[in-house]
């Protein structure tokens, strides 16, 4: 049986920050950049608050380890960047803001290198980079952000030494700790140099141009795998679709933010009983990627997590599952073992694909899909 959908989505291009936010089907999502992905108590309760009092008092946490407010207006925006200026959570212009997409790893003390980077990148001039282009700060002992999106990764080789990382390769550049961010913003530059008309350097680099000289030390290969549970900062803990109430926000304290809808509280020994935080490492909706879905989801063409939770007992030990409501698949831009594209008439099932590949099966009602759950590997 062959889908139709009922529109192509809309590609915006951008990624919404909090001074250039995007308009969805539950009103302005306003993205915060948590400076080092770090949230001091003060900051959560006054996002918290602020989710309340100009949001719906729904609070998202993004695949970059970002915090968005759902749900503003644009009457009430203005007051909200005021409010979150006062917290020290908004950047010095929309320039500063689309070129600020950091990734810090969550363990060990912040690096010194992402607060050097945060500087670089708000001096003007700093390259010019598309609204996706983005940076990891890795650099502990071990990789743990290697499957989080970025262009360029700042990573330890083997032998505990620095090494620069264009994404997309299997080798890096060693670096010395005081030369690091010009490395890394000699590296950005050499992207827009090279780039054409791709926005995301593993693009530039796939179409067969050569890297710059000295990209030869090879990488370690990331074993970490995030899961809920203690560490030597505090507790980490999931969030179920990466959503979570204002009120539930507001108990969390001082935390790190990561890029796998996890956080990790600061100083708990153990997670505070909240709806919506996943602390059994075994619990089957951690292997369930939901992007928000129709209706709050203007390109939605069907409610996502409302499915989701109902097909998550059905999954086999191992399995993992990616909803969308659209072709777009923002919650998952990569590839997936399975994934489910809403249509207007039921949802295609894509293995091995994004969510707008071509699908193996169309138009499966929930029944449909937990038998395919059942005979998929």
Known sequence: MTSFK????????????????????????????????????????????????????????SSRANVQLRGVTPDTHAALIAALRDLSLIDPSETVESRRNIIVTPFGETPAEATALTQAL???DAPALPHKFGFAIDIGPEPVLQSAPADIR??????????????????GKPVKAQDSIQEALALAQ???????????MAKVLGDGTPPPAGFTTARQTQTYRPAPGPTSQGMLAGIAFGQLTAGAFSTLGNIRLTPWRMILIEGADNPPPLDGL?????????????????PDCAQGLAPTRPLARALAPHLKPGQTLHLSGCAKGCAHPKPAALTLTATNCGFDLVRNG???????QTALTSTDIIKALSHAP
């Open 122 to 124: 708000g001096q003007p």
């Open 190 to 200: 050499w992207f827009m140099d090279t780039r054409g008309t791709h926005n995301r």
């Open 354 to 360: 994004r969510a707008g590949d071509t699908p193996r």
């Open 278 to 294: 996943i602390t059994d490492p075994a619990d089957p909706l951690l292997r369930i990627t939901a992007c928000t879905g129709a």
């Open 154 to 171: 700042l990573e330890r080789d083997a032998t505990g030494g620095l090494i620069l990382v264009a994404d997309g390769m299997h080798t």
């Open 6 to 61: 009922t529109h192509a989505p809309e590609i915006k291009g951008y990624c919404p920050g909090a001074l250039r936010p995007m308009m969805s089907g539950d009103g302005l999502v306003v993205r915060v950049r948590p400076y080092n992905g770090r949230l001091n108590s003060t900051q959560t309760q006054g996002i918290a608050a602020l989710s309340k009092r100009l949001g719906n008092g729904v609070i998202d946490l």
